[in-house]
């Protein structure tokens, strides 16, 4: 765990006086389901704004180099949580378990929730999960988590009218859903939850883990305003989806006229949660004692309808969910703690989801224990001169022929369709973020250094053979 030294700055002083002498600072970490790197305004989307977002970005600091744990939602989640790379982490691919679910976290997985209920935190979990089915060893209530309300599979979470939602370890029928109704849209019962979790523990420190289900397809929201003054503003090719049958509301996207405008409609939506969110903090007297995070899971995705080069969604950079190009991995992140955390600042530092463990573990003074491919970045966000380097980023991707990816310094090797006989691409990230110019056959030497780290990198797991 990194220690704190010297501050550069006169926040960076004030902001350690103050960790070490207040209360245990709340955590708020809101995860959004494939946000794009350009789908915010204040990341350089035109389209549509997002006034709320962009004034939590005023509140702190804006990163423009962060990196998800890699470009799907189960294993990039467990990096997360684990603070492991997904060269090591227990869960490295989307792997389904019917009838409801997927592969579990191990029973003895140290995660962030463990590191804050051994701290003292109550823990809340009101969102997407995907990481256990219901009883499993997995499932939120056997990983330290106190209130879990949401989708427990994430296949189901496809669907935004659900027959059934999971509250702790109770099944909650939906049943104005039921012969496809369009009565409770779930995404808004959980905000309700995630509201009433605040103000049911303004007395005691909580970690609230928030992984919201948009803008992830399918692609719909309630008719209201919203949607209403955004039809009509993009041109349209409607989506034909999946209005009945046996995939009908378990799995399939439903059928969308207005794919663009309900696209813009979702990511609108959650600037609304998250500025509700901040209000109920400032509300309860919370705000000026919680550390907000508010980022994406990966990249933007192209299914039930999406259209990710239409909005810009992934800005310059090359690829979309399910690539290890940088338009899958590197995602928006806001950072903001009052007093702390820089206000109204960018920056170009990079990290990855497997640091955020150590950063906790040293905001709360603890020693985690656990194996971590992660560093603490809190010397960063407070401004101080002390902040451990990294040798490099290891990401692996089970799908699509087997993936991985290395960035160590300026450069990037990508392993693609690794069980088909494989091939490699390499890039300077600095020169060329768009990952142009593939430079393999020009700097031999960086090539074989970079495959040398892959290859000890990861360790083998017969659950996750990649090659």
């Not at 099944?171 to 979790?197: A, M, R, W």
């Not at 990966?298 to 969910?321: A, V």
Request: net charge negative; aromatic share 12%.
């Amino acid at each position: 765990m990194s220690k704190i030294k010297l501050a550069t700055t006169a926040l960076g002083l004030a902001a350690i006086t103050s960790i070490y002498s207040q209360d245990k600072p709340n955590v708020v970490f809101i995860l959004t389901d494939d946000l794009g790197y350009g789908d915010l305004s204040c990341y350089g989307q035109d389209k549509f704004q997002t006034p709320n977002i962009d004034r939590l970005a005023l509140t702190g600091t804006r990163f423009t180099r962060s990196y998800s744990g890699t470009t799907v939602s189960a294993p990039s989640r467990a990096s997360l949580l684990t603070g492991l790379h997904t060269g090591n982490a227990p869960i490295r691919g989307n792997r389904e378990i019917q009838p409801e679910g997927q592969a579990p976290l191990p029973a003895d997985t140290y995660t962030l929730f463990k590191l804050f209920k051994e701290s003292g935190y109550i823990t809340g979990v009101f969102g997407k999960w995907g990481l256990g089915y219901p009883g499993s060893t997995g499932d939120p209530v056997n990983q330290y988590v106190d209130h879990f309300f949401g989708y427990n599979c994430q296949r189901l979470a496809h669907n935004y009218y659900p027959g059934h939602l999971w509250e702790n370890d109770t099944k909650v029928y939906l049943p104005d859903n039921n012969d496809g109704g369009f009565g409770s849209y779930s995404q808004d019962l959980i905000q309700s939850k995630t509201l009433e979790f605040i103000e049911q523990h303004k007395n005691n420190p909580f970690f609230l883990y928030v992984p919201i289900v948009l803008p992830h397809a399918e692609l719909v929201v309630p008719e209201d305003t919203i949607i209403q003054e955004l039809r009509g503003k993009f041109p349209e090719t409607p989506y034909k989806g999946t209005d009945s049958g046996p995939n009908f509301r378990i799995g399939g996207y439903m059928s969308q006229d207005y794919p663009r405008a309900t696209h813009a409609a979702m990511v609108k939506r959650i600037d609304i949660y998250v500025a509700q969110i901040v209000e109920k903090l400032k509300e309860e007297g919370l705000y000026e004692n919680t550390l907000i995070i508010f980022t994406s899971d990966n990249g933007p995705h192209r299914e039930g309808g999406g259209d990710p080069d239409f909005f810009n969604n992934n800005s310059i950079y090359r690829g979309y969910k399910r690539d290890l190009y940088e338009g899958g991995i590197r995602v928006p992140t806001i950072i903001s703690w009052k007093g702390k955390v820089a206000a109204g600042e960018k920056s170009n530092f990079p990290f990855a989801f497997w640091d955020y463990l150590p950063t906790f573990a040293d905001i709360l003074e603890v020693e985690y224990k656990t194996k971590t491919d992660g560093v603490s970045i809190l010397p960063t966000l407070l401004g101080v001169e002390d902040q451990a380097e990294r040798d490099y980023f290891y990401f692996e991707f089970q799908e699509s022929g087997g993936q991985q990816a290395v960035i160590k310094g300026n450069w990037k090797l990508i392993h693609l369709d690794i069980r088909n006989g494989g091939k490699y691409e390499l890039y300077n990230i600095a020169s060329d973020p768009s990952e142009n110019h593939n430079l393999i056959a020009l700097f031999p030497e960086k090539s074989e250094e970079l495959k040398e780290i892959m290859k000890r990198a990861r360790t083998d797991n017969p659950d996750w053979p990649l090659f």
